[in-house]
């Protein structure tokens, strides 16, 4: 990227943060998790742009730029600590995110992981089995790449029952479904599930919420096979919905929420 071009890419990405704090005053009173901005990089020609607020916390500004640490998706949306800046969590996107509102809930959406990041979510792993045995093997990915058994026929018939069980608001069978993957599943494969459902289930949930504020469908899928690493996002949501109806309080208490959420 050339010194113009370059100056060209920073001058717009600033014009439509902007616009993202302007949106962020409509939706920030949602939760605490979106109360704050973090920081945004843009990822282009596999080198990340940082954006972050400036002193006085008004506006963001040009930060510094620095290698991917690994080769990224061209229109990427995730979040995750940068080495390259003081190990600060942030949303992680491609320019394409600046081209609807949904694509502006989305970098929200990134936003509550970075407030997981920062409000408990390591003092949770360090409790997992599945943490310690794949740092162990130097599996730093397990997240992306655990081998959960997503075709196993129980899982699915039972999975299958749960779209209904949401969808008639039945507690006490939601409930029955958690305690008897518990039992059924092995150990890592539910901290796995229920890991997932608390991480990508929890932002998805908030994400639903800002997307009613502003006025678009919500991200919902019916719980069908094949099943999948996104499922997982779906059912959290749902299941994390039904939990806080139930108890508002752990609307503001993610630890204790992944507590419920793994001993139903």
């Not at 920030?28 to 973090?38: A, F, P, Q, R, T």
């Not at 997982?232 to 204790?256: H, N």
């Amino acid at each position: 990227m050339g010194k113009t071009e370059k100056e060209k890419f920073i001058y717009n990405t600033l014009l439509n943060l902007e616009k993202l704090q302007e949106l962020h005053k409509e939706i920030k009173d949602i939760d605490i998790s979106v109360s704050e901005l973090h920081p945004v990089t843009l990822v282009e020609d596999n080198t990340l742009f940082i954006f972050d607020l400036n002193e006085s916390g008004d506006k963001y500004e040009y930060k510094l730029e620095s290698p991917a640490p690994m080769p990224m998706p061209k229109d990427v949306l995730a979040s995750f600590t940068l080495d390259c800046y003081n190990e600060k969590s942030s949303a992680i996107i491609s320019s394409s995110a600046f081209n609807s509102i949904e694509g502006y809930i989305f970098i929200f959406h990134e936003f509550v992981h970075c407030f997981q990041w920062e409000n408990g979510e390591g003092e949770i792993r360090s409790t997992l089995e599945i943490e310690r045995k794949n740092k162990e093997g130097n599996n730093y990915m397990w997240e992306l790449n655990h081998p959960f058994p997503y075709n196993d026929s129980v899982f699915i018939s039972k999975t299958m029952e749960l779209d209904s069980l949401f969808d008639n608001k039945d507690v006490s069978g939601i409930l029955n479904y958690y305690r008897n993957m518990k039992d059924y599943l092995d150990k890592l494969d539910y901290e796995y599930m229920i890991w997932q459902q608390w991480k990508g289930g929890f932002a998805r949930y908030i994400e639903n919420i800002m997307r009613n504020r502003v006025g678009i469908k919500p991200n919902l899928s019916k719980l069908q096979p094949q099943f999948s690493m996104g499922s997982f996002y779906d059912m959290g949501s749902r299941y994390i919905d039904l939990l806080i109806k139930d108890k508002p309080a752990l609307k503001t208490d993610i630890k204790g929420l992944y507590n419920k959420m793994f001993n139903p």
